[in-house]
């Protein structure tokens, strides 16, 4: 299976991931290579196998709807690249 | 002093001939001396680790000590440890401060393990050569030249060069088998959901399980036991009954069946890998055990299944990485979009981004179905593969990995044969089943491990198997020479 240029812009605004226009052709022949690897997978006859989602197809657990974290946020946002007021600033969004 | 067991560090550290200060120290020297060239820790922390140390022998001295209290520990730089750098071995994550403990690293620290420091790894778990490492690859000790596997080749590194006594490591498609296979040392991936994932950054969620990296099974015993146990904070924690995984050490291997796949002696196995896996099988079927001939008939659709499914969940996963919270930021962002896809794009290596395009692909409308549906389908039957093998056999033996370390570069530029080198490890993550890699010899002068695989929860028998093999070999005991 071989991607083409649109496959990739396509794949790079699902990911949020910049594939600059020099890089598209490296990209798309790797990416293709990968794909080809899946390709062996048509072959099995999977009719009437259930998805496995879990190895002992355990469910999630669920817990009482009660607060468990305590208030951390100086230090998360400590980390934080940019920061005010206990907001995280991101470049403007609306005009 | 690197050269002990851990119950013989246990046993002079209670004795008062030595305290978990000369310990650490010792490990700190050795650390400064040969780190430098082997690149396998990403962080050291010399200044936590004697305080954490010292700490250790009051513990001691106070009578409140357990089996591993004062025993120095490296972790692979996944395990998010408060105050101290975890990168993942990216860029991503170079200015990332963690701001609390993954549950292993709680658990090993209220047991009282200084941690000396943080070891490199491929980055975000992806990888089999730890050569994907923001900062540069780790080498293999026996052999510089060759990689020492990966994702976690920092913290077998660190045991086969006797630069720690213990290292955590975590394993999503092979990552702690394969290093140590590489490394000439012992490791175990638990079965899934026995140790906590909380605090280890995840990769693919369905997949990753942390283990220990260890000289001997004993050791890794254990270690398991201070790792393993139900943590409500992992919403996949397995609610069982504390195990004890040195329980069955030094039972008689007698009756034991083993379960040998002639799928797994084909095409592509090393002929010297080969001679010495069957070699040990021989050797641990002469203690009493009676070999069988199993089939895993699904094996070679398990790397096809495992590169959709883990990418697809890395690529969920990783859309946390964004720039805005914590982690990298690109410089002067044009809008929010320019902010998410330049961060990502400078942040993120090569070998990351092409996952997580690959798992978005995967998991994109059209496509849904022929991949992700298709493999989880094929998870299914390699996990019903292993269920039906177990019913005429106990364990199952075979190779890690088709090869012993590969050079340093050799593989960096295809990674379909990079994949295609974890084709024993992979079938084992899918079935979330455990499995133990042990030192049993050499190919092309570098180490081979032996892959024993059992039934989930069969960790004691597995590593009582590997304690039996190292009590009539002495691969594990072997250090390069210029680590002696």
């Avoid at chain 2, 978990?20 to 780190?35: E, G, K």
């Avoid at chain 2, 975890?86 to 690293?105: E, Q, R």
């Avoid at chain 2, 009756?255 to 196995?269: D, S, T």
């Avoid at chain 2, 929860?457 to 005991?477: C, P, R, V």
Wanted: with cysteine; glycine share 8%; aromatic share 8%.
């Amino acid at each position: 299976m071989s991607l083409g240029k649109t496959e990739v812009e396509y794949i790079s605004r699902l990911a949020q991931i910049e594939v600059r226009e020099e890089e598209v052709d490296g990209v798309a022949a790797k990416l293709s290579n990968i794909l080809d690897l899946f390709t062996q997978m048509e072959a099995a006859d999977t009719r009437g196998v259930e998805p496995m989602s879990h190895p002992l197809d355990a469910v999630q657990r669920f817990r009482a709807d009660v607060v468990t974290e305590v208030d951390q946020h100086e230090k998360l946002q400590a980390i934080a690249p940019s920061v005010t007021q206990a907001h995280y600033l991101v470049p403007q969004v609306i005009e | 002093m690197h050269n002990l067991t851990i119950k013989q560090m246990n046993e002079k550290l209670h004795s008062g001939e030595i305290t978990s200060v000369q310990l650490t120290q010792h490990y700190l020297d050795r650390i400064s001396q040969y780190d430098g060239d082997l690149n396998a820790f990403v962080t050291v922390t010399p200044e936590l680790a004697i305080s954490m140390a010292e700490a250790a022998d009051q513990k001691i001295a106070a009578g409140d000590a357990e089996l591993l209290t004062g025993i120095p520990i490296a972790h692979k730089d996944i395990f998010c440890t408060d105050g101290v750098k975890t990168s993942c071995g990216s860029k991503m994550l170079d200015n990332f401060i963690a701001p609390y403990d993954a549950h292993v690293v709680t658990l090993l620290n209220k047991i009282g393990m200084p941690i000396l420091g943080k070891t490199n790894m491929d980055e975000f778990a992806m990888g089999s050569s730890s050569e994907s490492s923001y900062y540069g690859p780790t080498k293999n000790p026996w052999d510089h030249k060759a990689v020492p596997g990966g994702s976690s080749g920092g913290s077998a590194a660190v045991i086969a060069a006797g630069l720690a006594p213990l290292a955590t490591g975590t394993d999503t498609g092979g990552s702690v088998r394969q290093p140590a296979s590489f490394c000439g040392i012992t490791g175990i991936k638990p079965t899934y959901g026995a140790v906590s994932r909380f605090g280890i950054i995840a990769y693919a969620s369905s997949f990753d399980q942390a283990g220990p990296l260890t000289r001997s099974a004993e050791d890794s015993a254990w270690m398991l036991n201070a790792m393993a146990g139900f943590d409500e904070r992992d919403s996949t924690s397995l609610e069982r009954e504390k195990t004890d995984y040195t329980a069955e050490l030094g039972q008689s291997l007698k009756g034991l069946r083993i379960g040998v796949p002639a799928e797994y002696f084909g095409e592509g196995l090393d002929p010297e890998v080969e001679a010495a896996i069957r070699t040990a099988i021989t050797e641990v079927g002469n203690l009493g055990g009676e070999v069988v001939e199993v089939h895993l008939p699904n094996k070679d659709l398990a790397v096809p299944a495992y590169y959709v499914l883990a990418p697809a969940e890395a690529s969920a996963n990783l859309s946390r990485y964004d720039g805005v919270r914590f982690g990298y930021r690109c410089d002067q962002p044009q809008d929010l979009e320019d902010l998410y896809k330049r961060s990502r794009s400078e942040g993120f290596g090569e070998e990351v981004k092409r996952r997580i395009m690959v798992g978005a692909y995967a998991l994109s409308a059209g496509y849904y179905d022929a991949y992700y549906v298709k493999a989880q389908q094929l998870r299914r039957m390699v996990r019903d593969d292993f269920t039906k093998a177990f019913e005429s056999c106990d364990v199952i033996m075979g190779p890690v990995a088709p090869t012993s370390a590969f050079n340093i570069g050799e593989k960096s530029d295809d990674q379909v044969s990079m994949y295609l080198n974890d084709l024993y490890t992979i079938p084992v993550n899918l079935a979330g089943l455990p499995a133990l890699s042990v030192p049993a010899g050499f190919a092309n002068n570098r180490p081979v491990g032996l892959h024993i695989v059992g039934p989930y929860f069969s960790e004691a028998k597995l590593l009582n198997i590997g304690h039996q093999f190292q009590q009539i070999t002495d691969w594990h005991k072997q250090m390069p020479a210029q680590y002696q």
